[in-house]
Antibody
């Protein structure tokens, strides 16, 4: 069974840092691009970042660019998100999501982890 | 704010049909395939439709997707109480070099 399990969420003060981890199992992790998607309380989905199979291509949403860093360790089947200079508006559930690739470079997200809550508050 | 626009809510009686629109532009929907995600109360989202109109295994054929130009549509027929959820469209935006989601639509079964 394909599983993505996030960890590392918690309460942090504005300006602080947090590192999220995602443990993957049930599939060949090194064959898939990965993503982080977040959802603020009561709000919609917001894509945060994506990383290609060998970390060659990395993309960030403008809202986190320069503050967040995505990385992966294919030997350990793990994905991470280093979050620095956190703001109140970064408060959200953060989902680890596998990227699926189809014809002509199409992509979609499947599956999603259960999410980890990050709360930025003083 | 999201670059893909969806109606905030749609509703219908059990057994009826609803459609959810997703409006974008030439740099996203007009340039890439669209996927749709269902988020039931509580759990994480799951994919319902990918590549505009394909259903993953296990997704009933009551769910369908279509696309025309810079707009996409999700259809749900034979509406059931278990379909009450939030639905999001999503696609890659070539200009932003970012994946974008729609604003989300809440489906209510009357």
């Amino acid at each position: 069974e394909v599983q993505l399990v996030e960890s590392g969420g918690g309460l942090v003060k504005p300006g602080g840092s947090l590192r999220l981890s995602c443990a993957a199992s049930g599939f060949t992790f090194s064959s898939y691009a990965m993503n982080w998607v977040r959802q603020a309380p009561g709000k919609g989905l917001e894509w945060v970042s994506s990383i290609s199979v060998y970390s060659t291509y990395i993309y960030y949403a403008d809202s986190v660019k320069g503050r967040f860093t995505i990385s992966r360790d294919n030997a350990k089947d793990s994905l991470e998100l280093q979050m620095n200079s956190l703001r109140a508006e970064d408060t959200a559930v953060y989902y680890c999501v596998r990227d699926r690739i189809g014809v002509a470079g199409s992509n979609w997200f499947d599956p999603w982890g259960q999410g980890t809550l990050v709360t930025v508050s003083s | 704010q999201s670059v893909l626009t969806q109606p905030p809510s749609v509703s219908a009686a059990p057994g009826q049909k609803v459609t959810i629109s997703c409006s974008g532009s030439s740099s996203n929907i007009g340039d890439n395939y669209v996927s749709w995600y269902q988020q039931l109360p509580g759990p994480a989202p799951k994919v319902l439709i990918y590549e505009d109109n394909k259903r993953p295994s296990g997704i009933p054929d009551r769910f369908s997707g279509s696309k025309s130009g810079t707009s996409a549509t999700l259809g749900i027929t034979g509406l059931q109480t278990g379909d009450e959820a939030d639905y999001y469209c999503g696609t890659w935006d070539r200009s932003l070099s970012a994946y974008v989601f729609g604003t989300g639509t809440k489906v209510t079964v009357l």
